[in-house]
């Protein structure tokens, strides 16, 4: 099944149960303390953010380290308690559940890490480590070594590894034996947090097919969370674009990745290799999330800035591809942002000499 004859958010948000997964308005902010106990500010981690992801799609969550989309992540399965917002899963209140029916509910939810090192209990079998799960939500009884097996096989290992422990085996088969176990427990939806960044190239490619394998053959759900957009272009139906705490683009993969309509988004892409290397190009660092700027976030390092970016906060316009711009509609439509950069910074140096006394 192509990406395009799947169900898009738009026609599943009309259709009942056609929603796996639903946040709005989900905000965690962190506090933090000085070295006498008085409280100096909060990072805002996730401000505020609202996505939906049909069932047996893949949504992607892209942006720079510290964007906040691994703290969604953990919102999204409710690892985290979040400040205020709404989560819901297959139309269920999941801040509304007590804590023994949130720990039945996971068994649907699952968490894929990026370390394959240290999500796997080094004093276990690789046997251990995926019976766990089983005997944790009652499946398969009588019958785990055999389960055991058939899980070692889907995620391409022999069964008769079963016996050995994690420091055997490489990265790439460690991940493979986390995936395993994360499918143990037969989920709905998986969140994977940078699950092939800590493996080698080669290797990457091999787990992000058998993720998709897995995606397409079980009708899995999965929010793929990676600053890797070319994983991303792999197996993503949706993305969203996160910065500073909030999504500032989404849509449908191809709609984005051939037409983006946020100038984030643009550099983003443009740092993809062989494509530029546009991130240079922003100006200065990411703002720190406990301050962040005032308007649109992301005007200290946009090449196409006005005056009613520093003012006005933009909203996440359109219908199926949304961005949050003021001016996602007059954007230069083919013009590079290395060009855009450039033209910012020659006009800036213009306006220093011409304001400099001769
Ligand atoms: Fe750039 Fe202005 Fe759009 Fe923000 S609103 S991305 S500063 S053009």
Redesign the pocket.
């Known amino acids: 099944m192509s990406p395009s004859d799947r169900t898009s958010v738009s026609e599943a948000v009309n259709r009942p149960g056609g929603l796996l997964l639903q946040a709005d308005g989900l905000l965690k902010h962190f506090p933090f303390r000085d070295s006498l106990g008085r409280a100096r500010g909060a990072v805002r981690a996730v401000d505020g953010v609202s996505l939906a992801v049909p069932q047996g799609r893949v949504l992607a969550i892209v942006g720079e380290s510290g964007c906040g989309k691994s703290t969604l992540g953990r919102l999204l399965l409710r690892l985290i308690e979040p400040d205020s917002g709404r989560l819901r899963f297959d139309g269920e209140d999941v801040l509304a559940l007590s804590p023994a029916a949130l720990r039945a509910k996971r068994r649907e939810m699952q968490l894929i890490f990026q370390d394959p090192f240290a999500s796997l209990d080094p004093r276990m079998t690789v046997e251990a480590a995926i019976t766990e799960p089983l005997i944790l939500h009652k499946l398969h009884r009588g019958r785990e070594r055999a389960r055991v097996a058939e899980l070692l096989e889907r995620v391409g290992l022999r069964p008769e590894l079963a016996r050995r422990w994690p420091h055997e085996f490489s990265g790439g088969q460690r991940q493979r034996i986390a995936i395993a176990r994360a499918l143990a427990s037969e989920p709905r939806l998986i969140i994977g947090d940078e699950p092939v960044s800590a493996l080698d190239v080669s290797v990457q490619a091999q787990v992000v097919n058998l993720l998709g394998d897995l995606i397409r053959d079980l009708g899995l759900t999965f929010v793929l969370i990676s600053h890797d957009l070319g994983v991303v272009r792999q197996i993503a139906d949706e993305v969203a674009v996160m910065y500073l705490g909030q999504i500032?683009e989404q849509g449908p993969a191809e709609a984005l990745f051939h037409a983006p309509r946020?100038?984030?988004t643009r550099a983003l892409l443009a740092a993809v290799p062989g494509q530029g290397g546009a991130l240079k190009l922003l100006e200065g660092d990411v703002p720190s999330p406990v301050s962040p700027p005032p308007?649109?976030?992301?005007?200290?390092?946009?090449?196409?800035?006005?005056p009613?970016?520093?003012e006005?906060v933009?909203t996440l316009d359109g219908e199926a591809h949304r961005?949050?711009?003021?001016?996602?509609d007059s954007?230069p439509a083919a013009t590079p942002i290395r060009e855009a950069a450039a033209d910012a910074r020659l006009a800036r140096l213009q306006a220093y000499f011409t304001e400099q006394p001769a």
């Open positions: 500032v946020h100038p984030y308007g649109c976030r992301f005007h200290t390092r946009c090449p196409f800035v006005q009613i970016c520093r006005q933009p961005a949050a711009c003021h001016l996602q954007l």
